[in-house]
């Protein structure tokens, strides 16, 4: 088959992690819109469906949505936003039911594939999620490859396999180059594979790139530590607590503080 350019929205760039926006941040809810529905056709069920599950209000985006699928059950997008939902609503189940259905209607649906693979990698079915990747990469014409491609680096680090864990954010850096997470998760696996000097420089990198990834910030930090740079890991640990105060990996930066603050006694 013919492989075709991916049309449908990109509503999620879903990583293991599923740290990407849906649509906007600030998305808000619609107003004025048709209580039951009644008079509306399927695509402005699904749009509004949509607009909903930006704006985070699930409930109302799964109304909207069972109701575009009635009008319309042959349409991928509507069960690759279905699948989202319920997902969001923490129903696995029906959030792969739904996934299942996006790529049988479309086979190279991309931004379904890379879903449904980051759903398995999440449920521990690594070898499913790995096949659902590397479809979702089979695609020439798939817009966001440095998702699929983190996923499977995301995939290989839990598989221990840190050398093909780091070919792959190679790859998604190749396609992204300032995808921050990319850059973190590399310096992670560099650091397992024994090279402080070049985890350090790729952390940094990540920061760069987005100096609100406080998770970044940590891990630099944490790293100075190790290395003997004690200035550079307070500046960096003090902005972790900036960032995420009062949260669990501030509480960590805080220890090693501490522990930076007796080990100069």
Known sequence: MTARKTTGKRLWAPAFILCAALLSAC?????????????????????????FLGAGDIGQALKYLVMAEEKNPRDPETHYAL???????????????????????????????????????????????????????????YTTPHYAHYNLGQLYEKRGDFNAALAQYDNALHFEPGFARAHLQRGRVLEALGDRAAARRAI?????????????????????????????????????????????????????????????Y
């Open 83 to 141: 699948g989202l939902a319920y997902d969001a609503r923490r129903l696995p189940e029906e959030a792969q039911a739904h996934l299942l259905r996006a790529v049988e209607l479309r086979s190279d649906y991309s931004e379904a594939w890379n879903t449904l693979g980051a759903l398995h990698a999440r449920n521990g079915r690594l070898d499913e999620a790995e096949a659902a990747f590397r479809k979702a990469l089979a695609n020439p014409f």
């Open 204 to 264: 940094g990198r990540a920061i760069a790139y987005d100096a609100n990834l406080a998770e970044a910030h940590f891990h630099y930090g944490r790293l100075c530590a190790l290395m003997g740079d004690s200035a550079q890991a307070v500046t960096a640990l003090r902005q972790v607590i900036q960032l995420e105060p009062g949260g669990a990996l501030a509480e960590a930066a805080e220890r090693y503080l501490e522990n930076l603050e007796r080990s100069r």
């Open 27 to 51: 998305a808000a809810a619609p107003s004025g819109t048709d209580p039951l529905g009644t008079r509306m056709s399927a695509v402005e069920l699904k749009e509004l469906g949509e607009k």
